[in-house]
């Protein structure tokens, strides 16, 4: 058996969440205008992982969210037994209320939001600045799990300074506040992406609680995700931005796909086939615009591929340059250009 192979039949091991079982230790993280329902479709039609993670919904919007409108809370039925909803918000009541509309839609479980760094939802007393008052972040935990019978995932970042001890103490106070999986990405928030994520930190973690610990970032290829699993013992593994760039990465990680040319050229059609399913064009071209980027990191020339593939502001023209890119049969490269990831 080689190395990878250690490391793929250990991610194909199914793992129970709140006497809830999980078929593998692959999560698709929730991810603000990339995680929509059209590319979570798309990522189930490779398969390979455990659990997709819905982009982040409004607690205080979620009640009275229309599926049928909403862009972010929309889902297929076929997904819900393997869908966690992420939501974001300030305030216990609000957070309560939303999980009790995410349990009675069947979701497999709900997702708090105390990492996102964007300085939109900081301002509003959300996502990473909770971390900065971990009595009411802990107080949020408790109240969801109070309402709602599904498994509570916590997504969290380090704090707002480099110290360890601080997740640490955070990552404690989730799991005693009823959190049944933690996300753990180890960066300060003001960071954001700027500098490498402290993988050592997730050890740490995972040492402090006895709840499961996913790692999340910086997860590119099959090599970084057996670095993180050895250097930190974390029980899975939490992948964004690359599961954009390669919406096969679990099925190529967990059951050992091996993606080529035409693999490229057909999620990039796929793609806006998807789209259209779910949105009107207008919208779906703007939501296949932030796609492209992502696409297009894993060409050796992907900063021409991108620009290419923007100049469209219809699916008909998309679909055209994307035939045109696909003609001269691109070389794609083993790691992403992280210049294309925003």
Known sequence: MTDNDKYTSYLQQSITIKGRSVANRLFLAPMAGLGHVAFR???????????????????????????????????????????????????????????????????FGVDLN?????????????????????????????????????????????????????????????EDAGADALVFHPRVAPDRRSRPPRWEQIARVKEAVSVPVFGNGNLFDINDASTMLDQTGCDGLSVGRMAVS???????????????????????????????????????VRLYKKFIPYFSASFRFGHSICKQLLKADTMENLRGNIDRVFETDPETVPRPNINLFT
Not at 53 to 71: D, I, Q, R, V, Y
């Open 114 to 174: 105390f990492g996102c760094s964007v300085a939109a939802i900081c301002k509003r007393g959300c996502g990473a600045a909770l971390l900065k008052t971990p009595v009411l972040a802990a107080e949020i935990v408790a109240r969801v799990r109070q309402s709602v019978s599904i498994p509570v995932f916590v997504k969290f970042r380090t704090g707002w300074e480099n110290d360890p001890a601080l997740a640490m103490d955070m990552a404690k106070r989730f």
């Open 246 to 284: 390669k919406p096969w990465i679990f099925a190529e990680w967990s059951q050992g796909f091996a993606p080529d040319t035409a693999t490229y050229h057909h999620t990039a059609i796929r793609m806006t086939e998807l789209l259209l399913k779910y949105h009107d064009e207008a919208f779906a």
């Open 41 to 107: 479709e798309l990522v189930s039609e490779f398969g390979g992982y455990g659990l997709l993670f819905t982009g982040m919904c409004s607690a205080k919007a979620l009640p009275h969210e229309n599926p049928k409108f909403s862009p972010v809370f929309k889902w297929r039925e076929e997904e819900l037994p393997n869908l966690v909803c992420q939501i974001f918000g300030p305030d216990p009541d609000s957070m309560a209320r939303a999980a009790q509309r995410i349990e009675q839609e069947g979701f």
